[in-house]
Nanobody, 116 residues
Framework: QVQLVESGGGLVQAGGSLRLSCAAS????????MGWYRQPPGKQRELAAI???????NYADSVKGRFTISRDGAKNTVYLQMNSLKPEDTGVYFC??????????WGQGTQVTVSS
């Protein structure tokens, strides 16, 4: 069982920055992937960014060039640095961990609100 705790959300003006953190209860070094998903109000959850065990990253087109996902194995934590935030980035951001092909874990989510 893996527990994920997100933090760092909040209210920010358009053009501002936030850094989200996702702390895992155990070692993340062997996890297949860890990622950040977001769910805008009234919409479905969507992928924002993902990082593999090898460190390769992938981003949604809407966040490329503005968001950066990174991982600190020593702290068992994944980060999402969000710059140049836009009102359409508003939503609940969830951390996901995939330790193996048969398991998927989610955090409780953290709210990000970007005002215009």
């Amino acid at each position: 069982q893996v527990q994920l705790v997100e933090s760092g959300g909040g209210l920010v003006q358009a053009g501002g920055s936030l850094r989200l953190s996702c702390a895992a209860s155990g070692s993340i070094s062997s996890f297949i992937t860890m990622g950040w998903y977001r769910q805008p109000p009234g919409k479905q959850r969507e992928l924002a960014a993902i990082i593999s065990a090898a460190g390769s990253t992938n981003y949604a087109d809407s966040v490329k060039g503005r968001f950066t996902i990174s991982r600190d194995g020593a702290k068992n934590t994944v980060y999402l640095q969000m710059n140049s935030l836009k009102p359409e980035d508003t939503g609940v951001y969830f951390c996901e961990a995939v330790p193996n092909p048969w398991r998927q874990y989610w955090g409780q989510g953290t709210q990000v609100t970007v005002s215009s």
